[in-house]
């Protein structure tokens, strides 16, 4: 493709002469786009060798387009350059790659105008959970907390200005839906993704048990969440029919006995979700080892279960969920 359809002619030039004065290797440039569309100004980000150059992550994501030479001249990306394409794009930046003379490129990911968000009411909301307000009115012997409010302003405003809010509170706030409230109005609102991050699985279970099935009713808005756990929590079905084929040979008391191990083998001809949490007992590590789903051993698409796998089960769940 003809990069003068995505380059102003200038910039084409300097980055030629760019490339050229650092012996043909490889570079990365960040790069803005004007109003006719094209790179109007491009900075220089990193230089590399002939194979690779290091990516400078949070600084390529504030221009609108990364430029990437190859010396060899083929514009088709690595998997590399991919996987940083895919990061970038996530972000909005788009990802060019050209060739030496910068006359040919192959615009990988395009770039991504932000969208405009719908902030949300601060006012509205503080008052929804004030004394007088609609939760006060639904939940009887409801306290309205002043540290709660307070706090609960702070996350309104990092979500509506994209800032950085930290805050420290003692237990009784109710600091759960100081961000919780905000948190899913945001993700569900703006199609963002909003990830809540705990210490304890206890607070893990209690959000997704009590708090957010009862802010969703509070709020009456259908946000959708999901709980994340590693893969390691899954069952591999490959590998647990090899295992039921084995018979669990010299598993039985590894299991902890001919009924946990009975009951482990119903279990995973049974269950839909796969999820280790669904057993009425706790497997031993040396047990589930043998039928836990690993990143090492899966087979990805060439497995006969890939249809039917937990894990990607799991992870569908997780890209449809506003809250995670």
Not at 89 to 117: C, K, M, Q, S
Not at 135 to 144: F, Q
Not at 206 to 227: H, K, M, W
Request: glycine share 8%.
């Amino acid at each position: 493709m003809d990069a003068l359809e995505y380059l102003n002619p200038a910039v084409a030039a300097q980055l030629a002469a760019e490339i050229a004065s650092y012996r043909g290797q490889e570079i990365f440039f960040g790069g803005n786009l004007g109003d006719s569309g094209l790179v109007e100004e491009v900075e220089l980000l990193a230089r590399g060798n002939p194979r690779m150059v290091p990516v400078l992550f949070e600084r390529a994501t504030s221009f609108d387009v990364v430029l990437h030479n190859h010396p060899s001249s083929v514009l088709e990306p690595s998997d590399a350059d991919l996987e940083i394409a895919a990061s970038l794009g996530n972000h909005g930046t788009g990802f060019y790659i050209v060739d030496n003379a910068a006359n040919e490129i192959n615009v990988v990911v395009p770039h991504r105008e932000a969208e405009e968000v719908e902030p949300l009411d601060e006012d509205a909301l503080v008052h929804l959970f004030g004394p007088e307000g609609e939760v006060a009115a639904k939940l009887p012997g409801y306290e309205s907390r002043p540290s709660q409010l307070s706090m609960l302003r702070g996350v309104i405003r990092a979500f509506n200005r994209g800032e950085i809010y930290l805050c420290e509170a003692p237990t009784g706030t109710g600091k759960s839906l100081g961000y919780l409230v905000p948190a899913a109005l945001w993700a569900h609102r703006n199609k963002e993704k909003v990830i809540v991050s705990t210490h304890t699985i206890a607070l893990q279970e209690q959000l997704i048990t009590r708090d957010l099935p009862r802010l969703r009713e509070l709020l009456g808005v259908d946000f959708s969440f999901a709980l994340v756990k590693g893969r390691n929590n899954y069952l591999c079905r490959r590998k647990f029919g090899e295992f039921e084929n084995d018979g669990g040979f010299f598993a039985e008391e590894e299991a902890g006995g001919e009924d946990q191990l009975a009951m482990l083998l119903e279990w995973g001809k049974t269950t839909e979700s796969g999820d280790r949490a669904e057993l009425p007992f706790v497997p031993s590590p040396f047990l589930w080892d043998r039928l836990a789903s690993e990143s090492d051993t899966c087979q990805q698409s060439r497995c006969t279960h890939a249809d039917r796998c937990h894990v990607q089960k799991a992870r569908r769940r997780n890209f449809a969920a506003d809250l995670l």
